[in-house]
């Protein structure tokens, strides 16, 4: 498939209106599609994408395409997080990364790794959604 038709086909209306989120991490195999797992589903429910930065491990290498596909991308390590920034500023992409500090020592649906990444999400996620609570609270009227 040409670049063109991947990138054509990132905007494509029938994913639906969930957030698309890629996953990355070394090599695209335990960690983050485990992320993807437990971001498909309850309470999150997003769209997701798995992928790995290393050109010599992963079976699916995040590029411009994934990228440009995704609303935010999760990492595992700030090394990741580093190699994403330098991806996206060589393709001219702008994207939020939420970078998790989850060590490359688990096994895939590890139940502590499962644990460790939901947590780490919402830590890394919640509080922009209290300060936006917040603030929509504080604007009561004067009288």
């Not at 797992?37 to 930065?53: C, D, H, K, M, W």
Request: charged share 25%; with cysteine.
């Amino acid at each position: 498939m040409s670049m063109m038709n991947r990138l054509g086909n990132t905007k494509n209306p029938y994913q639906g209106q969930y957030k698309k989120v890629l996953c990355v991490c070394s090599a695209g195999l335990l960690r983050s599609p485990t992320t993807a797992v437990i971001l498909s589903q309850e309470p999150f429910n997003y769209n997701t994408r798995a992928a790995g930065v290393s050109s010599e491990y992963a079976l699916v290498q995040v590029d411009q395409v994934l990228l440009e596909w995704a609303d935010e991308v999760v990492c595992m390590e700030p090394d990741h997080q580093l190699l994403l920034e330098r991806l996206m500023e060589k393709t001219g992409t702008v994207k939020p990364i939420i970078c998790l500090k989850v060590p490359d020592r688990f096994r895939y649906r590890d139940p502590k790794l499962m644990e460790m990444i939901k947590e780490s999400y919402l830590a890394a996620t919640q509080p922009a959604a209290e300060e936006k609570k917040k603030d929509e609270g504080s604007s009561d009227p004067v009288v």
